[in-house]
T-cell receptor, first 114, second 113 residues
């Protein structure tokens, strides 16, 4: 069984640029959630995808957008990067619609915005 | 609004001493609560969930609705318990059928000899 993978592991961008982060869900999982974890904070929910549709969204601006593909892998796109977007971005997958708590996390992508 | 509070950023205990990591929540309705753990250089992983009522690696957590708490306990700390611990609440999304996790800020447990 393959776990959740994310790429890249690290990324450095400048303010105003755009970034795409990628996530492959665990085998058999059709729901993917994205979280942002700032330094010293717990993960904060960005949005969730189920069967290629956005299933719910947290308190993040529209410049945070996502996609889910037929193989259930997912992308997180952030436009017009701001310094405060510097964080660890976590992807989590779960089986079935929604995520009733048990989510399987990837190792994260660390984004630094200069 | 739903919220999870972990009042301690760092908890340092001696090996063999009891451990209690505090978690309080604010939620209207019946909460589903979880403890997630992150060991050094590893990914975030589920430790236990309250509905399972199980003990994992010697840890237990009881949901106290009256005190809105879900503290994590272990009678005798081991060195390998040193990690970052996050309390989390499963919170339904607007769609009604999906849910997300709301995390606390985490407590670093440091077990020393």
């Amino acid at each position: 069984e393959t776990g959740v993978t994310q790429s890249p592991t690290h990324l450095i961008k400048t303010r105003g640029q755009q970034v795409t982060l990628r996530c492959s869900s665990q085998s058999g999982h059709n729901t993917v959630s994205w979280y942002q974890q700032a330094l010293g904070q717990g993960p904060q929910f960005i949005f969730q995808y189920y069967r290629e549709e956005e299933n719910g969204r947290g308190n993040f601006p529209p410049r945070f957008s996502g996609l889910q593909f037929p193989n259930y892998s997912s992308e997180l796109n952030v436009n017009a990067l701001e310094l405060d977007d510097s964080a660890l971005y976590l992807c989590a997958s779960s089986p079935g619609q929604g995520a009733r708590g048990t989510q399987y996390f990837g190792p994260g992508t660390r984004l630094l915005v200069l | 609004a739903q919220r999870v509070t972990q009042p301690e950023k760092l908890l340092s205990v001696f090996k063999g001493a009891p451990v209690e990591l505090k978690c309080n929540y604010s939620y209207s309705g019946s909460p589903e609560l979880f403890w997630y753990v992150q060991y050094s250089r590893q990914r975030l992983q589920l430790l236990l969930r309250h509905i399972s009522r199980e003990s994992i690696k010697g840890f237990t957590a009881d949901l106290n609705k009256g005190e809105t708490s879900f503290h994590l306990k272990k009678p005798f700390a081991q060195e390998e318990d040193s990690a970052m611990y996050y309390c989390a609440l499963s919170d339904p999304l607007n769609t009604g059928t999906a849910s997300k996790l709301t995390f606390g800020t985490g407590t670093r447990l440091q077990v020393t000899l």
